[in-house]
Structure formats: C-alpha cells, structure tokens
C-alpha cells in the first residue's frame, strides 16, 4: 500500500520561502497523480497544486508563480517549493496520491499526515 511521509514544514516570515517534502513508499510516484493540499483552522480543504500522471503541473491561482511542484522519481519524493510566502498561506500541507489524476481531494486514495506552515 502507498505511504506518505510529509516534511519541511516550519516558520517562516512573510516573504520567506519554504520546500516540503512528501516520501513515497509502498510504491512509485511514477504514474500517480500526486498532490499537494492545505488546510487552515476552520476551513476545508484545499487544492494547492498537482502533477498529474503524465508529469503535468497544475496550480490553484492564489499560489501560481509562488508555488513549484516538483517530483523525483528516482528518489521517491514530491515537493513543493513555496516562495514570497503570505499571510493567507499558513495552514497544514498535506500530500496525496492516487492512481487516477484527479482535482478533487475526496478522489485521492492515500495521504500523509500533514506538515504545518505558518508565516509571521
């Protein structure tokens, strides 16, 4: 079964930038459709971004051209790079996975447990 291991997470400025990570086990992130999600107190869950199963990036528009998904096959591991950080970004990152691509956070199969950003 895929696992997921999120990391990075931390505090930062206003400004600043952040990467997390997101380690796969139980399988290869080559053919998944691999996300990135947050959650803020009080409110759902959100799309962030995507790389589809043809290595296809896509972003929410709040975080395009701040936000770069990334993913390593050879290692395992996805990534999202967060740079000019604001004040509506703190929230719990979380990465998903499922074998059909997908925009939705209820059609993702596996998750991890969530790494929290805040910004000061």
């Known amino acids: 079964e895929v696992q997921l291991v999120e990391s990075g997470g931390g505090s930062v400025q206003a400004g600043g930038s952040l990467r997390v990570s997101c380690e796969i086990s139980g399988g290869t992130s080559s053919g998944l459709c691999m996300g990135w999600f947050r959650q803020a107190p009080g409110k759902e869950r959100e799309r962030v971004a995507r790389i589809d199963s043809a290595g296809s990036p896509t972003y929410t528009y709040s975080v395009k051209d701040r936000f770069t998904i990334s993913q390593d096959n050879d290692q395992n591991t996805l990534y999202l790079r967060m740079n000019n950080l604001q004040p509506e970004d703190p929230a719990v990152y979380y990465c998903?996975?499922?074998?059909?691509?997908?925009?939705?956070?209820?059609?993702?199969?596996?998750w991890g447990q969530g790494t929290p950003v805040t910004v000061s």
């Open positions: 998903a996975a499922d074998f059909y691509n997908s925009h939705l956070a209820r059609s993702y199969s596996y």
